[in-house]
T-cell receptor, first 115, second 111 residues
Framework: DTGVSQDPRHKITKRGQNVTFRCDPI?????LYWYRQTLGQGPEFLTY????????KSRLLSDRFSAERPKGSFSTLEIQRTEQGDSAMYLC?????????????FGQGTRLTVV | QQQVKQSPQSLIVQKGGISIINCAYE??????FPWYQQFPGKGPALLIA?????SEKKEGRFTISFNKSAKQFSLHIMDSQPGDSATYFC??????????FGSGTRLLVRP
């Protein structure tokens, strides 16, 4: 499969626990994005990597959130001390570094439920 | 701040009808205007996109109309089919290639 892969697809956790999500982008896509989507809303940008460098972070990304992309390949998003407000779909997208109409390909997301 | 406003929130169309979804944006720092389609439990998928130097783009039954001076763009789905029932998002792409999404339109096409 050559699409963006996210794992796990679903995660239920208790408030206060830490969770980590993984994203495997399309091979050779050097741009990787994390978005959060709550029910009935459009995805909201969280952070962006170009290769292994984290170039931009949204104000939505509190200090409980951290993202990494070691070696510019897969990426992880960790949420520490989860809160009920963190319940959402976390989407990963990747795109190639090219000018023009480069499409961002999204994974199927990780649905997080904090109970 | 909401940089893109999308309407309507929901839309019901009969099979064979035309579905029209509108978006308006607030500043000009965007170079690419895509529409995404999302089915339940799936990630968004690019449907069609336009650059601001073009006023209209058509791909099959899907057309984007773009009005740069009014800062508005719209998606038209001709001959709507039940399989088109999904949530549609307009988006703006900025210089870092990140996307700013509208709030979505839930389209239901009745058979």
């Amino acid at each position: 499969d050559t699409g963006v892969s996210q794992d796990p697809r679903h995660k239920i956790t208790k408030r206060g626990q830490n969770v980590t999500f993984r994203c495997d982008p399309i091979s050779e896509h050097n741009r990787l994005y994390w978005y959060r989507q709550t029910l009935g809303q459009g995805p909201e940008f969280l952070t962006y990597f170009q290769n292994e460098a984290q170039l931009e972070k949204s104000r939505l990304l509190s200090d409980r959130f951290s993202a990494e992309r070691p070696k510019g390949s897969f990426s992880t998003l960790e949420i520490q001390r989860t809160e009920q407000g963190d319940s959402a779909m976390y989407l990963c997208a990747s795109s190639p570094k090219r000018t023009g109409n480069t499409e961002a390909f999204f994974g199927q997301g990780t649905r997080l439920t904090v109970v | 701040q909401q940089q893109v406003k999308q309407s309507p929130q929901s839309l019901i169309v009969q099979k064979g009808g035309i579905s029209i979804i509108n978006c308006a944006y607030e500043n000009t720092a965007f170079d690419y205007f895509p529409w995404y389609q999302q089915f339940p439990g799936k990630g968004p998928a690019l449907l069609i996109a336009i650059r601001p130097d073009v006023s209209e783009k058509k791909e099959g039954r899907f057309t984007i109309s773009f009005n740069k001076s009014a800062k508005q763009f719209s998606l038209h789905i001709m001959d709507s089919q039940p399989g088109d029932s999904a949530t549609y998002f307009c988006a703006l792409r900025d210089s870092s290639y990140k996307l700013i999404f509208g709030s979505g339109t839930r389209l239901l096409v009745r058979p």
